[in-house]
């Protein structure tokens, strides 16, 4: 058994499949393929997170490599440390899963995620290492152990928590939000201490919920991808905003004072909009992925704000903020890249920035979200299918046309193959739910089709 890396690192069940043989066997291919004599880990919240931390740093210091612990920190924190100390670094964590999973997320030196490249030179070089013979089942031969002196050192560091509420804090250039009511569900996961504090040194009046961490309540019917208790609690104590972190904190939902649920679309329109309006929206231009909303694109052809799509992923945002030399992408999913001061997507910061939106502008966020932008349905079906096939696009190319000739250009179709499960996605967004619901049905049908229904 072998590590494939999705758009966002490596994840299965934790000690299952990923086993912590697997993920020592990662740490030593990371210390050959990735440069730097001392990485960063951090990780979440899950219980599996010491575990597979220690197996990962125990590879890495296998090679030579020194490892620094910085204790649970979000994605975005770990990214900020690397960005700042110019050292690369992992964080062990399935993001929004649920508990049981889990997963390493590696960045280079500089905090940016690997490039596919080096994902493939790192899982060709993981499966060479698994491949048996050498040293304790490896392909290393025993000359080129490392023993004594040359084996790699396992610190720790408190600091970096402080470095990043600091970073947090200093995002708003001084401004503060004083008087805002905010509440912040923190998923149970890496950012129940960060978020908080750094709303609380900026003045907000601040109540948290998912901030009881136990190991296996990670994102359990809380944060980001179950954000109902948030909106219920917001409306409930008269809370002027909610913010709906998932479990690693590089992600965030808003949820305005009527109890309204704000995607990331809705958040990344109101920034760019509000960048924009103070000269500070690079080349007038925001970076989204093909799921944006249509209703996305409609509000920034009004504004004169230029749109640039990538693949779904962060990642693939931030490559494209970084060719483009641009300011500002992001992803539905509540991933949003604020390029001037983050390398990753950070649910914290983007809050933080909304906040400081809402303070500048005096008005409610519904309001505000209103005129950003008007969202079309949109419909999303994962097609579980029998046989992957990554070229079910081309073979459904009829069907997709004839469903984009019904929406006659006021809608738009995407179907695309899942490039880690046995899923194919159909989106449909058009003018009005029913016929959204309608063209995603006779796409369904046809996706199972060609590609056959999985058993159950």
């Known amino acids: 058994m072998t590590l494939k890396f999705g758009t966002d690192g490596v994840r299965g069940v934790a000690n299952q499949e990923l086993t912590p043989e697997l993920v020592l066997a990662l740490g030593r291919a990371a210390a050959g393929v990735i440069e730097g004599s001392t990485f960063l880990v951090g990780r979440d919240t899950r219980v599996s997170g010491p575990m597979l931390q220690a197996a990962l740093s125990a590879g890495l210091a296998s090679e030579g490599v020194s490892v620094v612990d910085l204790g649970v920190l979000p994605t975005p924190g770990v990214a900020f440390a690397s960005a700042t100390r110019g050292l690369p670094a992992a964080v062990i964590s399935a993001s929004h899963n649920p508990f049981p999973d889990n997963g390493i997320k590696l960045f280079a030196p500089g905090g940016c995620k690997l490039a596919d490249h080096v994902e493939e030179v790192l899982e060709a070089r993981l499966t060479q290492l698994l491949g048996g013979g050498g040293v304790a089942g490896s392909s290393v031969p025993a000359s080129s152990v490392r023993t004594g002196g040359s084996v790699g050192r396992l610190e720790t560091d408190a600091t970096a928590l402080d470095e990043y509420v600091a970073h947090l804090v200093g995002s708003l250039e001084g401004r503060r939000l004083d ?10 996961g890496a950012a129940f201490q960060a978020a908080p504090r750094a709303l609380v040194e900026l003045g ?10 136990d190991g296996t309540n990670i994102n359990d019917d809380c944060g980001s991808t179950f954000p109902m208790a948030l909106q219920r609690a917001v409306v409930a104590t008269g809370a002027d905003v909610g913010l709906a972190l998932d479990g690693d904190a590089d992600r965030v939902l808003g ?24 000269g500070r929206l690079r080349d007038d231009t925001v970076v989204v992925t093909v799921m944006t909303n249509l209703g996305f694109r409609h509000a920034m052809a009004a504004q004169g704000i230029a749109v640039q799509e990538t693949a779904v992923g962060d990642r693939y945002v931030l490559e494209a903020l970084e060719r483009g030399g641009w300011s500002l992408g992001g992803e539905q999913s ?3 890249i604020f390029r001037e001061l983050a390398t990753t997507g950070d649910g914290t910061l983007t809050g933080l920035l909304v906040l400081d939106l809402l303070r500048r502008r005096g008005r409610p966020l519904a309001e505000l979200a209103a005129e950003a932008m008007t969202r079309l349905p949109q419909v999303l079906r994962n097609v579980r299918v029998a046989v992957r096939d990554p070229d079910v696009v081309t073979r459904l190319r009829p069907a997709i046309a004839a469903a984009e000739a019904e929406l006659d250009g006021q809608g738009r179709v995407l179907v695309r193959p899942s490039g880690t499960e046995p899923l194919v996605r159909v989106m449909v967004e058009a003018p009005t739910e029913r016929q959204a619901e309608d063209a995603a049905g006779r796409l369904v049908a046809e996706v199972e089709q060609a590609c056959g229904v999985a058993p159950l």
Do not use: F, K, T, W
């Open 179 to 188: 008087h805002l009511r905010v509440m912040v569900d923190c998923a149970n």
């Open 204 to 213: 907000a009046e601040v109540e948290v919920i998912g901030d009881q961490p």
């Open 255 to 278: 949820v305005d004072g009527q109890g309204g649920l704000l995607d990331g679309d809705h958040l990344l329109a109101l920034c760019a909009q509000d960048l924009r309006s103070r």
């Open 334 to 336: 509540g991933h949003l």
